[in-house]
């Protein structure tokens, strides 16, 4: 069980909420937002609380449990419709 009500819903939903309140419509339009877009009854009581609670006080943990950027990655990823270089035409003979 997680602390709130908001830190129950699932990671994309949660995350757009937080994103809502942080653009800086009100608290009490936001719950209105949630109503319509989500179908979910989520007060501003609630939105408020885990603003404070929440997202102030586990900021540094949440990174840490939502993971890091991604890794580059090893594979070169070909083009088809990249022609190719003077040099990769080249016969080596």
Request: proline share 8%; with cysteine; net charge negative.
């Amino acid at each position: 069980m997680a602390i709130c009500l908001v830190c129950d819903l699932p990671y994309m939903t949660r995350r757009e909420i937080e994103e809502t309140v942080r653009s800086g419509m009100p608290v009490e339009e936001v719950e209105s937002w949630v109503g319509l877009r989500f179908r979910l009854k989520i007060t501003s009581t609630v939105l408020r609380e885990h603003h404070d609670r929440c997202q102030q006080g586990l900021a540094w943990m949440r990174k840490l449990l939502e993971g890091g950027s991604p890794e580059p990655s090893v594979l070169v990823y070909f083009n088809p419709q990249q022609k190719p270089s003077a040099n990769e035409t080249q016969d080596p003979g």
